[in-house]
T-cell receptor, first 111, second 116 residues
Framework: SQQGEEDPQALSIQEGENATMNCSYKTSINNLQWYRQNSGRGLVHLILIRSNEREKHSGRLRVTLDTSKKSSSLLITASRAADTASYFCATPNQAGTALIFGKGTTLSVSS | DAGVIQSPRHEVTEMGQEVTLRCKPISGHDYLFWYRQTMMRGLELLIYFNNNVPIDDSGMPEDRFSAKMPNASFSTLKIQPSEPRDSAVYFC??????????????FGPGTRLTVT
């Protein structure tokens, strides 16, 4: 399957620091998405990057995509305690009609 | 829009009992997905529907699991009989068709199922 794998599994940082999470996937894709899950909640879409894009920004989020390495990174700048959550990358299935999620990176931001 | 609605939010049942989880997708979303999340296995796609028709149920773990979507605004996931290993959080999500500008999936709050 085209499952993304996030790295690291867990990350602990102080408020104000940057957090970087990586995602690797196995086969060619036409887009990759990142989601956030707060404890006890459903996943929330953060950003989608298409295969012809190398970098995309949304507020304090910066996502990069390297299709040659089959990898993506999510950078959260100037982190806040409210950024504490699990972050998942998701890639389309072969039919392009569903998403396959990785196991996520758990980010803990302490004040 | 109220978002994706799931009920119940919590379900505790005894092994062998039938469990029915319910989902109301966002109006206008043609796709509906059922996921199961556990610490060990992460987020697993169980089944998804397009225009009320099941497209891929290869993620359904056993015949004890079944899902239906009788109309565009309602879907159920049923486990009969339930077993302790079915304990997990079950999410429903909906989306517009892929290829549109808004392809992201919208998740419900989940149903936390505990089977004792």
């Amino acid at each position: 399957s085209q499952q993304g794998e996030e790295d690291p599994q867990a990350l602990s940082i102080q408020e104000g620091e940057n957090a970087t999470m990586n995602c690797s996937y196995k086969t060619s894709i036409n887009n990759l998405q990142w989601y956030r899950q707060n404890s006890g909640r459903g996943l929330v879409h953060l950003i989608l990057i298409r295969s012809n894009e190398r970098e995309k920004h949304s507020g304090r989020l910066r996502v990069t995509l390297d299709t040659s390495k089959k990898s993506s990174s999510l950078l959260i700048t100037a982190s806040r305690a409210a950024d504490t959550a699990s972050y998942f990358c998701a890639t389309p299935n072969q039919a392009g009609t569903a998403l396959i999620f990785g196991k996520g990176t758990t980010l803990s931001v302490s004040s | 829009d109220a978002g994706v609605i799931q009920s119940p939010r919590h379900e505790v049942t005894e092994m062998g009992q039938e469990v029915t989880l319910r989902c109301k997708p966002i109006s206008g979303h043609d796709y509906l997905f059922w996921y199961r999340q556990t610490m060990m296995r992460g987020l697993e796609l169980l089944i998804y529907f397009n225009n009320n028709v099941p497209i891929d149920d290869s993620g359904m773990p056993e015949d004890r699991f079944s899902a239906k979507m009788p109309n565009a605004s309602f879907s159920t996931l049923k486990i009969q009989p339930s077993e302790p290993r079915d304990s997990a959080v079950y999410f429903c999500a909906s989306s517009r068709p892929p290829g549109t500008n808004s392809y992201e999936q919208y998740f419900g709050p989940g149903t936390r199922l505990t089977v004792t």
